[in-house]
T-cell receptor
Framework: GQNIDQPTEMTATEGAIVQINCTYQ??????LFWYQQHAGEAPTFLSY????GLEEKGRFSSFLSRSKGYSYLLLKELQMKDSASYLC???????????FGTGTRLQVFP | DGGITQSPKYLFRKEGQNVTLSCEQN?????MYWYRQDPGQGLRLIYY???????QKGDIAEGYSVSREKKESFPLTVTSAQKNPTAFYLC?????????????FGPGTRLLVL
């Protein structure tokens, strides 16, 4: 079966660091994506990991461990505008399809 | 200015009525997708198309239909058979070369039942 788990909600303080975890169990794996979605808007692409390790992109970093079926998104120097939902999605093997988790709603407080 | 457009932004449907949601892209992408998003839930795949004149059912295709007559366009019809159509509908596209590619999303259409 296909299963992607993320925490439903998280809160953090402006300027802090937050880590959003994602675990997956899928029949086949071909990369893991992170998207950001502000309320009422479309998801926007943040990062893609296909090999184990850390990918850094400015304030955002994403980590993948394929053997553990685990990824995290790390957000540093949090800003109020980072309040959004963060979606973890796994690429299904040999197709163009993505399987999305339910998303983690992050609220950043002053 | 490349991107994906969806229209309308809001759509109202009466009981027993079919409605069509538009999705157009000028990114020259081969693959296009339709997702439905309900509050507190992730994106669920309705239909996808990897090439013109071909499309496949996703996880929740019942009550929906699509066509892919042109590379740029992938309209979604919500039929009267879809009993709970109120949701946020997102269209996406990707290069679709081989295996998963980054999907780029349109702004979405919010469908409400009167």
């Amino acid at each position: 079966g296909q299963n992607i788990d993320q925490p439903t909600e998280m809160t953090a303080t402006e300027g802090a660091i937050v880590q959003i975890n994602c675990t997956y169990q899928t029949s086949g794996f071909n990369g893991l994506f992170w998207y950001q979605q502000h309320a009422g808007e479309a998801p926007t692409f943040l990062s893609y990991n296909v090999l184990d390790g850390l990918e850094e992109k400015g304030r955002f970093s994403s980590f993948l461990s394929r053997s553990k079926g685990y990824s995290y998104l790390l957000l540093k120097e949090l800003q109020m505008k980072d309040s959004a939902s963060y979606l973890c999605a796994v690429g299904a093997y040999n197709t163009d399809k993505l399987i999305f988790g339910t998303g983690t709603r992050l609220q950043v407080f002053p | 200015d490349g991107g994906i457009t969806q229209s309308p932004k809001y759509l109202f449907r009466k009981e027993g009525q079919n409605v069509t949601l538009s999705c157009e892209q000028n990114l020259n992408h081969d693959a296009m997708y339709w997702y439905r998003q309900d509050p507190g839930q992730g994106l669920r795949l309705i239909y996808y198309s990897q090439i013109v004149n071909d499309f496949q059912k996703g996880d929740i295709a019942e009550g929906y239909s699509v066509s892919r007559e042109k590379k740029e366009s992938f309209p979604l019809t919500v039929t009267s058979a879809q009993k709970n159509p109120t949701a946020f509908y997102l269209c996406a596209s990707s290069m679709g070369t081989s295996g998963p590619e980054t999907q780029y999303f349109g702004p979405g259409t919010r469908l409400l039942v009167l």
